[in-house]
């Protein structure tokens, strides 16, 4: 069974602070995998992974893949409230469905 | 910016009655899903909808439920019966290639009573 595993469960922080969020998976016939951040209500999407080692960056956030060991991390520079959220790691397998990890909470305390 | 959208934003209904959860993605894709959240679990995969079929269910997605596209837009999941442990949080998603990043709608709450 797929599997996908989010640490750590929540944090809380302050504004200006770096965080790293975790994503570790055990899928079979990996495609991709993508985060999103889920605010109030629908997921938003945010970075798609394929390949080992290419760093993808958005402003303060940026991300990166290792398919070796099977995990990815979200980083976050100078956070600010409005990051505040939950942040969703998700897998492709070969079956063109998204298999969701439990989430990180973050807070960012002003 | 183009979006997917859902409605009802909230649906109420009693434990046995049928409910039509409604999407409509976004207009060029071409492969629909549905996804629920449970309060306070994880997002679970339903179903894949691609050229007018279904192309993967999970094991929740039993006889109770089923999904067309009734015509150029629109996208339903239809509960026939409905159960206490439906209550959750319904996501429909969309999008344009295989493996692509998939855009979600809203969701709706539904609450069984």
């Known amino acids: 069974e797929d599997k996908v595993v989010q640490s750590p469960l929540s944090l809380v922080v302050h504004e200006g602070d770096t965080v790293t969020l975790n994503c570790s998976y055990e899928?079979?016939?990996?495609?991709?995998l993508l985060w999103y951040k889920q605010e109030k209500k629908a997921p938003t999407f945010l970075f798609m992974l394929?390949?080992?080692?290419i760093e993808k960056k958005s402003g303060r956030l940026s991300s990166i893949l290792d398919k070796k060991e099977l995990f990815s991390i979200l980083n976050i520079t100078a956070t600010q409230t409005g990051d505040s959220a939950i942040y969703l790691c998700?897998?492709?397998?070969?079956?063109?469905?998204?298999?969701f990890g439990g989430g990180t909470r973050l807070m960012v305390k002003p | 910016e183009p979006e997917v959208t859902q409605t009802p934003s909230h649906q109420v209904t009693q434990m046995g009655q049928e409910v039509i959860l409604r999407c409509v993605p976004i207009?060029?894709?071409?492969?629909f899903y549905w996804y629920r959240q449970i309060l306070g679990q994880k997002v679970e995969f339903l179903v894949s909808?691609?050229?007018?079929?279904?192309?993967?269910k999970s094991e929740i997605f039993d006889d109770q439920f089923s999904v067309e596209r009734p015509d150029g837009s629109n996208f339903t999941l239809k509960i026939r019966s409905t159960k206490l442990e439906d209550s959750a949080m319904y996501f429909c998603?969309?999008?344009?290639?295989?493996?692509?990043?998939?855009?979600f709608g809203p969701g709706t709450r539904l609450t069984v009573l």
């Open positions: 998603a969309s999008t344009s290639r295989f493996y692509n990043e998939q855009f």
């Open positions: 899928v079979t016939n990996f495609r991709s």
């Open positions: 394929t390949s080992s080692g």
């Open positions: 998700a897998v492709y397998n070969a079956g063109n469905m998204l298999t």
């Open positions: 207009s060029n894709h071409l492969y």
């Open positions: 909808f691609y050229n007018n079929e279904i192309s993967e």
